[in-house]
């Protein structure tokens, strides 16, 4: 191919950074529901079961934001509580994702939009949590569309920019509430910029002032002023004259206040009603009730707004929750980094390191996103409360813009070389992406699909089962469906509550129920009948004897002795303990024959 033809044409570069947003979308989708609910999975899916049934929701800082209610309960009305259905928002979220790579189309070449859509679809870290229900994922999504919409806000100055873009901050703010932290991120990555920009002007002798009315658009708009009497006396149509003093300049500033105000409504509605309280009698305090009574709408804002704040201020400012030490955090950050992004953070660093000695002036783009990274490194394992791989996330997605410039970077001196005839060049640039190419691939494939539970995989939590108990869980369930009475007996002093609350938010309220999890999530989804003995002298007091026992592994001679013929098994409810034993009796499981045609609900 000759020197001159430009291999990544606009339209090119656009479809296939389309059909890479399909075909993450069908990474994410795959196999969906075959892992097991993690801890926290489980604890906030069995929230929006109780709000499904009992119509009663009030924020809860410990669970993080509301979204996940509203939005996941209506796709369980519509496909059922499964583990796949409550992991279908992020993932197609995720999937989708890259084509956020097409806002920054302005700042970036061609090449380099097509390395940035396979960053954001195969990055191991973000396919593994597109594929989790936490809210990492997709606050992240969206706060970093919205600085995409505000990027082509800058580029554009179009007014639908502003409100797509403050549209998603809202949905971020609903999420999750590190969604803050983003827009403080922003805020120093663009005064990193902004020193960049000086240090550079003051090379060129170019005065501060001179760079901050640049920046303004106060330059243009003086240059338009001096030289509009010229044009009017030239015959130049007025409507062409940039006059910042004219009625035409007016009404484009009482536009831009008026978008402004629409931006500010838009956040506020998205906010209380995701944030409102809603109720299940109708003299409570809820959305739906303030529709009825005009009366009741001050408080429900205030509730959604002022008490939400006051709400998350109590658990996650002035409580314990992120009291740790900092250094073992920020090292199993980096751990998760080096094991699920460690292309991408290298070439992070090309990507930077190749924009700042560029002969050109570097891409503010590129510098910001990379600060932005560096702050979210540096910053997240101070605000974390637990050590979580998914926290990784909102490191990777500003890394991913400078890794894809570093990327793209190779991937140019590849197709020079090329041009030139230089067969080194162009085996040292294929064998660079090559080796891109395969590390990520073979770690996704390993870390998504063949292990995604595996204590040796570092994307996984400790609150992951590191078993497949779904087997015996759809034995639980069938079970349930032609039982009568208890289905699932739990027993022993590990899983059993001493003294059982007379009235318990959760079901079933005789059980410990946050070291079960995430049992109890499948239990509540299939309605299942549970029963609890704490001692031998309970169990032995027990009138039925139901289909499934559930108890710790300890408890394994105990429990033989009284069900010799149940069939036994075992999983670990965590990486690498809390091993659990089952014990079903399976002939009074439904027969093969007689058995629904459905699938287990995964």
């Known amino acids: 191919m000759a020197a001159g033809v430009r291999y990544w044409t606009p339209r090119r570069a656009h479809l296939v950074v389309a059909a890479v947003a399909l075909l993450a979308l069908a990474a994410r989708l795959l196999l969906l529901g075959d892992r097991v609910a993690h801890w926290d999975e489980a604890r906030v899916g069995y929230w929006i079961l109780d709000y499904a049934r009992t119509g009663s929701y009030e924020y809860r800082p410990?669970?993080?934001?509301?979204?996940?209610?509203?939005?996941?309960?209506?796709?369980?009305?519509?496909l059922g509580p499964t583990d796949a259905a409550m992991r279908l928002v992020p993932a197609?979220?995720?999937?989708?994702?890259?084509l956020s790579a097409l806002l920054l189309r302005e700042r970036l070449r061609e090449s380099e939009l097509v390395a940035l859509a396979l960053f954001l679809a195969a990055n191991p870290v973000l396919?593994?949590?597109?594929?989790?229900?936490?809210?990492?994922?997709?606050?992240?999504?969206?706060?970093?569309?919205?600085?995409?919409?505000?990027?082509?806000?800058?580029?554009?100055?179009?007014?639908?920019?502003?409100?797509?873009?403050?549209a998603f901050v809202a949905l971020g703010f609903t999420v999750k509430e590190n969604a803050p932290v983003y827009l403080l991120c922003w805020a120093g990555a663009a005064a990193v910029v902004a020193y960049f920009e000086l240090f550079a002007a003051a090379r060129r002798g170019e005065s501060a002032s001179a760079v901050v009315e640049r920046w303004l658009g106060l330059d243009r708009r003086r240059a338009a002023w001096r030289d509009a009497p010229a044009r009017a006396r030239a015959g130049d149509d007025p409507r062409t004259i940039e006059d910042g003093g004219s009625a035409r300049g007016a009404r484009r500033v009482l536009v831009a206040l008026a978008v402004a105000a629409v931006a500010a409504v838009?956040?506020?509605?998205?906010?209380?009603?995701?944030?409102?309280?809603?109720?299940?009698?109708?003299?409570?305090?809820?959305?739906g009730n303030a529709l009825g009574d005009p009366a009741m709408w001050g408080p429900v804002i205030e509730a959604a707004t002022l008490g939400s704040w006051r709400a998350f201020v109590e658990i996650w400012i002035d409580g314990t929750a992120t009291e740790h030490g900092y250094l073992p955090y920020l090292g199993d950050f980096l751990l998760t980094l080096g094991f699920g992004a460690a292309m991408l953070c290298t070439f992070a660093v090309v990507g930077f390191l190749a924009e700042s000695f560029a002969e050109e002036r570097p891409r503010g783009l590129v510098l910001g996103t990379f600060a932005w990274g560096v702050a979210s490194v540096l910053g997240y394992p101070v605000i974390t409360d637990v050590k979580a791989p998914w926290a990784t996330v909102h490191a990777v997605l500003p890394l991913a813009v400078p890794a894809a410039v570093g990327v793209a970077l190779v991937y140019r001196r590849g197709r020079a070389a090329f041009a030139a005839d230089d067969r080194i060049g162009v085996g040292v640039a294929a064998a660079v992406l090559l080796v891109v190419a395969a590390q990520v691939g073979a770690m996704g494939v390993t870390a998504v699909y063949l292990h995604p539970q595996s204590p040796e995989n570092e994307l996984v939590q400790?609150?992951?089962?590191?078993?497949?108990?779904?087997?015996?869980?759809?034995?639980?369930?069938?079970?349930?469906?032609?039982?009568?009475?208890?289905?699932?007996?739990?027993?022993?002093?590990?899983?059993?509550e001493g003294t059982p609350p007379s009235a318990s938010a959760y079901r079933p309220a005789c059980v410990e129920w946050f070291d079960l999890l995430p049992l109890p999530w499948y239990f509540e989804r299939s309605d299942v009948t549970v029963t609890c003995a704490r001692t031998p002298a309970e169990l032995d007091a027990m009138a039925e004897r139901p289909p499934v026992v559930v108890a710790d592994a300890g408890e394994r001679a105990t429990l033989r002795a009284r069900f010799p013929d149940y069939e036994a098994r075992t999983g670990k409810l965590r990486t690498t303990d809390s091993e659990v034993l089952f014990?079903?009796?399976t002939s009074r499981l439904p027969r093969e024959e007689d058995r629904t045609p459905e699938r287990d609900r995964r």
Do not use: C, K, W
Request: glycine content about 8%.
């Open 62 to 78: 410990i669970i993080h934001g509301p979204f996940y209610h509203h939005v996941n309960a209506v796709v369980f009305t519509v």
């Open 92 to 98: 197609v979220v995720g999937g989708l994702l890259p």
């Open 127 to 166: 396919l593994y949590y597109s594929r989790f229900m936490r809210g990492d994922p997709l606050v992240g999504a969206f706060m970093f569309v919205a600085f995409g919409l505000f990027v082509r806000l800058l580029d554009t100055r179009a007014h639908r920019y502003l409100l797509a873009g403050v």
């Open 266 to 287: 838009e956040f506020l509605a998205i906010v209380v009603f995701f944030y409102a309280p809603r109720a299940s009698g109708p003299d409570e305090l809820g959305l």
């Open 462 to 496: 400790y609150a992951q089962p590191a078993d497949d108990v779904h087997p015996t869980l759809a034995d639980v369930e069938r079970a349930a469906a032609t039982t009568e009475g208890t289905d699932v007996l739990v027993y022993g002093e590990r899983y059993v």
């Open 583 to 585: 014990l079903v009796d």
